[in-house]
């Protein structure tokens, strides 16, 4: 399997632009997950979905963060309009349903620079 | 709410030292528990878990074992190498969202010098 697919590997972007990260998980998963890393705040989950109905957005810092999931092998994250405190690593991360023995796969991540 | 904290680090360690990286939880009902390690530039990878008191987790030499009693999963490794450097995290599956949603600790970075 190839694993978790997360596009771009990098982004530099100016304050106010659009910015999309995409996230393929692997293939029969029914768990996906963002999480943002920062230095500041270490590891945050940001929202995750189960079967690609949104479960839990509670830390979603703001309107200008969305996400959706139109398929099971698809997702994106938007940011519209971009800050430069939203320059970070995005993580996506995927998983299945097993009862609680749960391993979550992690994608390389997409590191963001917004300027 | 569910927490869980981590020593401080860096912690930085010649090669062979023995490793011990600390790590509490505060749950509520009984979570599973996990340590998960990120090399430089990489996403994180599940090193080792445990899901009920006693049990032991263990992998490429790294163990830890769920202790109810103190609330702890704390990381050891009896010989580390140049290749373990990297940042650890210890993490637990809250019971209320049916184990799916992670908590993580801070990280703490391991230095290993040869």
């Known amino acids: 399997d190839a694993g978790v697919i997360q596009s771009p590997r990098h982004e530099v972007t100016e304050m106010g632009q659009e910015v999309t990260l995409r996230c393929k998980p692997i293939?029969?998963?029914?768990?996906l997950f963002w999480y943002r890393q920062t230095m500041m705040r270490g590891l945050e989950l940001l929202i995750y979905f189960n079967n690609n109905v949104p479960i839990d957005d509670s830390g979603m810092p703001e309107d200008r963060f969305s996400a959706k999931m139109p398929n099971a092998s698809f997702s994106n994250l938007k940011i519209q309009p971009s800050e430069p405190r939203d320059s970070a690593v995005y993580f996506c991360?995927?998983?299945?349903?097993?009862?609680?023995?749960?391993?979550?796969?992690f994608g390389p991540g997409t590191r963001l620079l917004v300027l | 709410g569910n927490s869980v904290t981590q020593m401080e680090g860096p912690v930085t360690l010649s090669e062979e030292a023995f490793l011990t990286i600390n790590c509490t939880y505060t749950a509520t009902g009984y979570p599973s528990l996990f340590w998960y390690v990120q090399y430089p530039g990489e996403g994180l990878q599940l090193l080792l878990k445990?899901?009920?008191?006693?049990d032991k987790g263990s992998n490429k030499g790294f163990e830890a074992t769920y202790r109810k009693e103190t609330t702890s999963f704390h990381l050891e490794k009896g010989s580390v190498q140049v290749s373990d450097s990297a940042v650890y995290f210890c993490a637990l599956s809250e019971p209320n969202t049916g184990f799916q949603k992670l908590v993580f600790g801070t990280g703490t970075r391991l230095l290993v010098s040869p």
């Open positions: 991360a995927s998983s299945l349903n097993r009862g609680g023995m749960e391993t979550q796969y």
């Open positions: 445990a899901t009920k008191a006693d």
């Open positions: 293939s029969g998963h029914d768990y």
